[in-house]
């Protein structure tokens, strides 16, 4: 008996050799494309640490040569590695589009504090690490000085988080003096008192104990007198002149 020909499954198997074709064709099309422009972004607006230019020069240091390149020969993981190296930057992603243009996304470190103190100066990071000056941009952000124990990393690094993500504290903290003892004092903008902070316990009371002292206060002509704020004592702010 002479079996039937299934003429659909003969077209389906057809289309689908087909399909696999044209797509090993574009993917080896796409591989061989050249590498015709290299286009950064710098996602985070608020800080210019780095430029789109400094950024480029680092993609193309992991160039294989110095004349254009195609896809096949880019390392996407080794681009993003010495870009994340970068002292600089938080984190990016590298990938290349259809047309043959080299995208990178770069997110920008944000300098919390610039510490000043016998081991240089230097700026903090959202997670408490060590960031370099840089050359083209000096943020404006409380000044530290003296030396913060190891321990006491992450919670001076909460304080400070609190400080930048807080529009009053942000534009009234501008220094912060560490005791030996790890204890704190704030110097602040408008007034020549002094803050007691005091250890880096119950950070959010004592600064809206702090706030809501400066609310209250401020039509006070007094304020202007105060030597020392003492936010020390969670359950009340005590002034001396």
Same mark, same amino acid.
Not at 9 to 16: E, M, R, W
Not at 98 to 108: N, P, R
Not at 177 to 193: A, E, G
């Given at each position: 008996?002479?079996?039937?020909?299934?003429?659909?499954?003969?077209? /389906?198997?057809? !289309?689908?050799?087909?399909?696999?074709?044209?797509?090993?064709?574009?993917?080896?099309?796409?591989?061989? @494309?050249?590498?015709?422009?290299?286009?950064?972004? /710098?996602?985070?607006?608020?800080?210019?640490?780095?430029?789109? =230019?400094? !950024?480029?020069?680092?993609?193309?240091?992991?160039? $294989? @040569?110095?004349?254009?390149?195609?896809?096949?020969?880019?390392?996407?993981?080794?681009?993003?590695?010495?870009?994340?190296? %970068?002292?600089?930057?938080?984190?990016?992603?590298?990938?290349?589009?259809?047309?043959?243009? &080299?995208?990178?996304?770069?997110?920008?470190?944000?300098?919390?504090?610039? !510490?000043?103190?016998?081991?240089?100066?230097? #700026?903090?990071? *959202?997670?408490?690490?060590?960031? $370099?000056?840089?050359?083209?941009?000096?943020? %404006?952000? $409380?000044?530290? #000085?003296? =030396? /913060?124990? $190891?321990?006491?990393? *992450?919670?001076?690094? =909460?304080? &400070?988080?609190?400080?930048?993500?807080?529009?009053?504290?942000?534009?009234?903290?501008?220094?912060?003096?560490?005791?030996?003892?790890?204890?704190?004092?704030?110097?602040? @903008?408008?007034?020549?008192?002094?803050?007691?902070?005091?250890?880096?316990? =119950?950070?959010?009371?004592?600064?809206?104990?702090?706030?809501?002292? !400066?609310? #209250?206060?401020?039509?006070?002509?007094?304020?202007?007198?105060?030597?020392?704020?003492? &936010? @020390?004592?969670?359950?009340?702010?005590?002034?001396?002149?």
């Amino acid at each position: 008996m002479i079996k039937k020909i299934n003429w659909f499954d003969v077209f /389906l198997a057809f !289309v689908i050799a087909a399909l696999f074709a044209l797509v090993a064709f574009a993917n080896q099309r796409n591989n061989a @494309r050249y590498i015709e422009q290299i286009d950064v972004k /710098l996602l985070s607006s608020n800080n210019h640490f780095i430029t789109q =230019e400094m !950024v480029e020069k680092s993609i193309i240091q992991t160039f $294989p @040569r110095d004349s254009k390149i195609v896809n096949s020969e880019l390392n996407l993981k080794k681009i993003e590695d010495k870009l994340n190296k %970068h002292p600089m930057i938080a984190k990016s992603e590298v990938f290349v589009d259809v047309d043959g243009k &080299l995208h990178a996304q770069v997110t920008q470190k944000k300098a919390m504090a610039r !510490v000043m103190n016998g081991t240089g100066s230097f #700026y903090i990071d *959202e997670i408490g690490d060590k960031m $370099p000056l840089s050359n083209q941009f000096s943020a %404006h952000v $409380p000044v530290v #000085y003296g =030396e /913060l124990k $190891p321990k006491n990393k *992450e919670v001076f690094s =909460e304080l &400070l988080n609190t400080i930048s993500n807080d529009e009053f504290l942000k534009t009234t903290i501008t220094g912060i003096k560490i005791n030996p003892d790890q204890s704190l004092i704030f110097t602040v @903008r408008d007034y020549n008192y002094m803050v007691e902070f005091g250890h880096l316990k =119950e950070i959010e009371k004592k600064f809206d104990n702090y706030k809501a002292f !400066v609310h #209250y206060s401020k039509n006070d002509t007094l304020i202007g007198y105060y030597k020392n704020v003492n &936010l @020390r004592f969670t359950e009340q702010v005590v002034c001396t002149k």
